[in-house]
């Protein structure tokens, strides 16, 4: 069984920075793309940015763009989400997801972590 494990969420203030880890364990983290997404209150989930298996590619929402960077260390089994200038529109709870296929459709992930707050304030 496959188990994700989101740690690093916390309380900012604008501008601020913080990092996400995503822990995998279970299985085979290099044949998995790993995505992250977020949920606000009242919101739809919402696709932040995926990586390739081999970390060498990386997609993103445009509202991240430039902000966010997604890494992976396919030795220790985890996935990173460094967040940067960070504004008061990025709260939400962070999820991090493993896919075989590489989208940014939320349906297509098959393992998610329990998720991770993450609030901005101003």
């Known amino acids: 069984q496959v188990q994700l494990v989101e740690s690093g969420g916390g309380l900012v203030q604008t501008g601020g920075s913080l990092r996400l880890s995503c822990a995998v364990s279970?299985?085979?983290?290099?044949?998995?793309?790993m995505g992250w997404f977020r949920q606000a209150p009242g919101k739809a989930r919402e696709f932040v940015g995926l990586?390739?298996?081999?970390?060498?590619?990386?997609y993103y929402a445009d509202s991240v763009k430039s902000r966010f960077t997604i890494s992976r260390d396919n030795v220790e089994q985890t996935v990173y989400l460094q967040m940067n200038s960070l504004k008061a529109e990025d709260t939400a709870v962070y999820y991090c997801?493993?896919?075989?296929?590489?989208?940014?459709?939320?349906?297509?992930?098959?393992?998610w972590g329990q998720g991770t707050q993450v609030t901005v304030s101003s």
């Open positions: 990586i390739n298996k081999g970390g060498s590619s990386t």
């Open positions: 997801a493993a896919a075989t296929a590489m989208s940014i459709n939320p349906n297509v992930y098959e393992y």
């Open positions: 279970g299985g085979d983290f290099s044949t998995y793309f």
